[in-house]
Structures are given as C-alpha cells and as structure tokens.
C-alpha cells in the first residue's frame, strides 16, 4: 500500500475522518500542498507530525473543509425558495423545522432566518444548522460579518437585521434564538428526524458517488413527506426517483409521500 492510501486509514482510524469518500484528486491536492508546506516529505510524517502538535492538527482538520458561503448565495434562486417553495410548504403548518446541513459560518441558516420573518412574520420556525468544521460553527455562533459577506443582501435588510459597528455587521440576537449550531458529519453521524426542508449547497460535489448516494439517502429518510432537499446550483440529482423525490423546481426536490397498501 502507498504512502497516501496508508496515511488515509491512518487518517480513519486516529480522526474517524474518511477521506477515501471525498473525491481523490481535489482531496490529495489540498492535503499535499499543505504537508509540503510544512515540511513534510511523506504523508504517513506529516500525520504523525500533526496528532503531535495540536497546532498543525487542527490547519488540516480546518483546510479539508470548504467554508465560503455568503448570505443570499445565488440570489435567484432564493428568490424561488421565497415565491414558490415555502408558501406550499407552510401553507398548512404553524410551525416548520428546517436543516441547515453544512452550515459553514452560518451565512445561510441566517438568511433563512431572515427570509422568514420577513415573508412568513407569524409562522414558528426551528433551524438546525450542522457542520463537520467546529471552528466555522464558533464563527457561526458568533454571527459576526465582514461586508462582503452581505453584498447579496438588501440595504433595508441589512439595517434591519444586524447591529453595524464600523466594518462588521452583527446579527440580530432575536433571529439567533431560532437556531441550533451543532457539529456533525454528513457520512457518519446520524441525521435529524421529521425535517420539512433541508438545504445543502455546494458541498457534495466534493464528495464520490458512492458517497452522494448515501447522503441523498440519507436526506431523503430525515425529511417529512412533502418535505424540500434544496441543493446547490451544480448538484442536480439525475436520478430522483432513486431517493423517493421528484423535482419540484430547479435545485429543490420533493420527497414523495408513502403510499400505504
């Protein structure tokens, strides 16, 4: 076995990491630009290196996450989210519960949160929001922003929803009652129940196929039925009906309902 393929289960067995599920290429890249960075001339070192230094450990835990995001990412289509999507999804509940799944730093359950006392002011809402990165779930937590992480959101909402001091832009206290940051891995850990609309976006391009299948399987069995997967704008399932979904509209699948015997 190679140095990579050995430093891989290493990687499983120390961290409960499975790297072998991400796609190789993008994956070994990312890991050998930051092992030659720092040294190292074989992968199997650079392991050894980093359970030793807490240091070094948590610069590869952090680099094998991708964390952009920004509020209102690709504007349009929450838009649909807003026009099309949610006024079916409460149109009988009081109440709806929402997964934020790979949350990063918590632009996008925020704007969730936005977009919904905005639009649907007297309707009750829960968002988990989930990361595997524990260091942009602190930054989440926090709610504090740059500028640029706004330039997609309105004037009026931003005076609206967050408390301006010179360059940063902090969230309203209020909207983050209604949130639940949590770590969690999307190919290991167990996933929340009875969920009416996930979004996950421009995470699971990184991932195999064998991967993505069991995560679509996965969202598929948390969400109610009727329920919305919201994904990413180059994440279109090819096969829906695989996972008991059919598309809804253009990035936005709806579980089926069970039909009893």
Same mark, same amino acid.
């Given at each position: 076995m190679d140095d990579y393929n050995t430093f891989l289960e290493k990687v499983h067995q120390t961290l409960s990491l499975d790297l072998a599920l991400y796609k190789e290429t993008q994956m070994k890249r990312r890991i050998t630009t930051l092992r030659?960075? &720092?040294?190292?001339?074989?992968?199997i070192q650079y392991l050894q290196a980093c359970?030793?230094?807490?240091?070094?450990?948590?610069?590869?835990?952090? &680099?094998?996450?991708?964390?952009?995001?920004?509020f209102y990412r690709n504007?349009?289509?929450?838009?649909?989210?807003?026009?099309?999507?949610?006024?079916?999804?409460?149109?009988?509940?009081?109440?709806?519960?929402?997964w934020s799944a790979a949350c990063s730093t918590?632009?996008?359950?925020?704007?969730?949160?936005?977009?919904l006392r905005e639009h649907f002011p007297k309707l009750d809402f829960e968002i988990i929001a989930t990361d595997i990165d524990e260091n942009a779930l602190k930054s989440a937590k926090q709610g504090m922003y740059q500028k640029q992480s706004l330039k997609d959101?309105?004037?009026?909402?931003?005076?609206?929803?967050?408390? =301006?001091?010179?360059?940063?832009?902090?969230?309203?206290?209020?909207?983050?009652?209604?949130?639940?940051?949590?770590?969690?891995?999307?190919?290991?850990?167990?996933?929340?129940?009875n969920v009416d609309l996930i979004v996950c976006r421009n995470v699971l391009i990184y991932f195999t196929d064998?991967?993505?299948?069991? =995560?679509?399987?996965?969202?598929?069995?948390?969400l109610s039925p009727n329920g919305?997967?919201?994904?990413?704008?180059?994440?279109?399932?090819?096969?829906?009906?695989?996972?008991?979904?059919?598309?809804?509209?253009?990035?936005f699948y709806k579980?089926?309902?069970?039909i009893s015997s």
């Open positions: 030659d960075k &720092r040294g190292y001339t074989s992968y359970m030793k230094d807490e240091r070094l450990l948590k610069e590869f835990t952090d &680099r094998l996450t991708i964390n952009v995001s920004e504007p349009k289509r929450w838009e649909v989210l807003q026009k099309n999507i949610f006024p079916d999804l409460v149109s009988e509940k009081t109440k709806i519960k929402i918590g632009e996008e359950p925020y704007s969730l949160a936005i977009l959101l309105p004037e009026r909402l931003k005076n609206k929803y967050f408390e =301006i001091t010179g360059t940063i832009y902090s969230i309203n206290p209020e909207l983050k009652q209604h949130i639940t940051f949590k770590q969690h891995n999307l190919l290991a850990d167990v996933y929340p129940h064998k991967a993505k299948n069991n =995560i679509y399987q996965g969202f598929s069995n948390a919305i997967l919201f994904v990413g704008s180059t994440e279109q399932i090819f096969t829906p009906q695989q996972y008991d979904f059919e598309l809804e509209e253009t990035f579980k089926k309902q069970s």
